[in-house]
């Protein structure tokens, strides 16, 4: 609170000011300024948009920036203000194209994987045993989004200090011994809070926090080698928790090729195989942004149907919202084919 701020006003003789509304007003918390963003980045972002038949008058008047101080700096001059300027409306683009990307979609493939997570955690044979889930195939095709999902989800009506669902990404380096693969689901739950007692056993501090009937995921399974997966047969086993294993094509190769038979009995049919993704993944993904048209639509799905091409598309339309923003205009498949190669979703001769 600046005190001599408030004597001076005094002085000065402003009868009209309210003096106890000001103490109140320096008394809060103000916002922070936001800190502006390189003047090549904002440049390139702004020849994005350039490239996506966006004018730079049209740029200026959303940015509230006078178009010629703006095509001075874009020159490269120096124009105070103009780089804040256009730094906090990117920021609201960026936001407002994060918050227009909805929630979790549930695309065909990701049914399939959530399906196969609760086959896992059913009860064998009455005796309270549960199952081994296999989830591998084409990159960026929901895997490890739908894990998270499930993960929020399962865990919103949990008692409290338990997680009947957790996800787990052991490295390389962790997964070389059993003890270092079970620190790396003790690393999980501290993420989440848990207080990790250095005293007490990694298998005490799962066993203390995730319930019987629960269900540990692997992510980025394929880094794991085939002794620890077999190692983990322990806690369907023994300790009534189900297990899924995620990661791509070549892990699930090399999981075939070394016939676990104790793993293979235990998956039945709590198993998905993504190749690629299908029409139907697009299709979701478009209805999810708002986005239509038969030619906006032949793009996404050369886009999409390849192996990583759901992120790109994700990229894609994330972009294509911000580009809709800027100009004011509906996504065509002008804007959206500028969007698409601005990501690197698209190429020259396509």
Known sequence: MNLE???????????DVDHNNYL????????????AMRDGELRARMADLIDAGIEMVTIGRKATVHSAELKRWYDGKDEPGVAMAL??????????AREAAGDFVKTPTAKRILKVLEQARQDKGGKGQRGVGLVYGASSAGKTATAE???????LGRNFGHYPVLCVRAGEDKSKSFKGLLSSIVDALVVKGVYSNYESKPM?????????????????????????LDELRI?????????????????YMKLEAAKIAQIARRVG??????????????????EAHGIGGHKVRDMALKIGIQDGGLGMLCDTMRTAKIYTKASGKPIDENLFKAAAFSVGAWGEGQ
């Open 5 to 15: 701020a408030v004597s001076n006003s005094a002085d000065t003789g402003h009868a």
């Open 24 to 35: 109140i007003e320096q008394m809060q918390e103000k916002p922070e300024i936001t800190t």
């Open 87 to 96: 730094t906090l409306w990117f920021e609201v683009l960026d936001a407002e």
């Open 149 to 155: 999902y499930y993960e929020a989800t399962e865990n």
């Open 204 to 228: 005490e501090t799962i066993m203390h926090h995730v319930p019987e009937g629960g269900l540990l995921i692997f992510d980025e399974a394929h880094f794991l080698p085939m002794r620890r």
């Open 235 to 251: 806690f369907p086993d023994k300790y009534k928790i189900a297990v899924a294993f995620m990661g791509n094509m070549a892990g």
């Open 269 to 286: 049919g709590a198993k998905v195989i993504i190749e690629l993704p299908c029409e139907g993944d697009v299709d979701a993904l478009l």
